[in-house]
């Protein structure tokens, strides 16, 4: 009997690739993406506990939120180490760029994410433009700048509006569209001159015209694992007015990219990419994100970023009908990835962000109602920037120990709803959105305004 039980294990074992059955993993970040994540991995039957680096206030209750910041490599190491963590998870590229992966496999360690050098596509505006241009990857025209003088001749030269983006991490804050000289000068000399965001070098490029998507795919090598398409809104009001946000809402499908244009995308982009990537000696494993513009001359990038992006990833993810553990498995032990499955439901996604944001905001405000929009279930909450604090009686408990639920960052709630088609999913988000309570808070209710 023991011996047929170890021949079965055995079997098991070989036949699903050492594949774990009781998962620990850890997912590194704490904001809606992360929480996206965690929530994808909980409905995975290989999962048996889920640890989030730093987590937050709504991911506590899906996951061990664990106090290391998303910076603290050694110590995230270190920990994934001693807990015996099976499979860590990387949200922020902050990470990736910091070379967390490399110090994870370096220690044994399996991890979810591209190397650092491979996280370049997107540290580096420079080396992602270079990458296309050798591997005939359609995206606007482009040259990069070190010397202020130089770039500035080529801007006075050239056409308006120009876009210019700083060549390294800038926190979203490294793109300007140009409309006029002045304001194109006023950046050459933020990027070059006063160097706001570290060594200087700028890439100036050709403005495109038309709408913007977003194509994750799932990478391993060569091998690439398209998710479903889906749009973010970045300016921070309705009618996309007011500054650029880390993005105030999402949604998936989009109607108006057809199905020849996103097997154009997948051939012609993200696939000669990876394989592009292969040959040059730096594979990239993990997900790669092609922010993408469908222009009146076809589809062209407009950048790729080396992770999940954020807040698209909080609506894909509800529709993947896969494990995800299982793509994630695969692809940090170099085993070729599962097809994956989608369900056909419309998801749209609304972000609450703190008044004042993307300027200068405040945090610490109550925020009430949450238990009851979660009543239904094809309504979600992921939270991007949320903590807990005593505030004592007649407050709402959100946690068992009696702590409320307060507002913690910029974008504070991402508040989203599946339904089968995009206007029930919009109406019906927007209905659990005016339902919670929270005096500091604001929202766009045009999410969604491209399709509908
Ligand atoms: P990025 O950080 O590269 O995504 O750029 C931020 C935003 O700037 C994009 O989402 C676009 O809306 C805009 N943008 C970037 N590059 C271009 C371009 N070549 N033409 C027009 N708009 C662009
Ligand atoms: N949604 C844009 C990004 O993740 O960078």
Redesign the pocket.
């Known amino acids: 009997m023991i011996i047929v039980g170890v021949y079965f294990i055995l079997y098991q074992s070989i036949m699903e690739n050492n594949i774990p059955c009781r998962a620990k993993v850890l997912v590194v970040g704490g904001g809606g993406r992360e929480h996206a994540i965690v929530d994808a991995l909980s409905r995975s039957s290989r999962v048996e506990k889920i640890y989030c680096a730093p987590g937050n206030a709504g991911i506590a209750r899906q996951a061990k939120c664990v106090p290391l910041e998303d910076t603290q490599i050694d110590e995230l190491a270190d920990f994934a180490g001693q807990e015996g963590i099976d499979l860590t998870v990387v949200g922020p590229e902050i990470s990736l760029a910091a070379g967390i992966v490399d110090e994870f496999e370096s220690r044994g360690l399996k991890i979810f994410g591209p190397s650092k050098a491979a996280a370049r596509i997107e540290s580096s505006k420079d080396y992602a433009k270079s990458l296309m241009a050798k591997y005939n990857v359609p995206t606007?025209a482009y040259r990069t700048f070190s010397d202020y003088g130089e770039a500035l001749a080529y801007v006075n030269a050239g056409k308006l509006p120009v876009?210019l983006?700083y060549d390294g991490l800038a926190a979203?804050k490294?793109?300007v569209?140009a409309e006029t000289l002045e304001q194109a000068d006023e950046a050459l000399k933020d990027m070059l001159l006063d160097d706001k965001f570290g060594h200087g070098r700028v890439v100036v490029?050709?403005?495109?015209t038309g709408p913007?998507f977003s194509l994750l795919c799932f990478v391993n090598g060569s091998e690439v694992e398209p998710m479903v398409l889906a749009q973010d809104h970045?300016r921070a009001f309705d009618g996309d007015e007011g500054p650029n946000t880390g993005g105030m809402g999402a949604y998936t499908p989009l109607p108006f990219i057809t199905e020849k244009d996103e097997v154009y995308a997948l051939e012609h982009v993200m696939k000669p990419i990876a394989s592009g990537m292969v040959s040059e000696g730096i594979p990239f494993k993990g997900v790669l994100y092609g922010?993408l513009m469908k222009t009146p001359d076809g589809i062209k990038v407009?950048?790729f970023n080396c992770r999940f992006g954020d807040p698209e990833t909080e609506v894909v993810l509800p529709r993947l009908e896969s494990d995800i553990f299982e793509i994630f498995w695969n692809v940090a032990n170099d085993i070729p990835m599962p097809v994956t499955k989608w369900s056909s439901d419309a998801v749209m996604g609304f972000v609450m962000a703190s008044k004042g944001y993307p300027g200068s905001y405040k945090k610490g405000y109550e925020i009430t109602g949450m238990d009851e929009v979660l009543n239904d279930p094809s309504v979600r909450v992921y939270h991007m920037g949320t903590s807990l604090k005593k505030l004592g009686e007649g407050h709402e408990a959100f946690d068992k120990a009696g702590h409320s639920l307060v507002t913690n960052g910029g974008r504070v709630l991402m508040v989203l709803a599946s339904a089968p088609d995009l206007k029930s999913a919009h109406d019906k988000a927007l209905s659990a959105v005016e339902r919670i309570g929270c005096e500091n808070l604001f929202h766009r209710t045009d999410i969604g305004h491209w399709a509908l």
């Open positions: 606007a876009v983006k979203g490294g793109v569209v490029e050709e403005f495109l913007e970045k922010g407009i950048e």
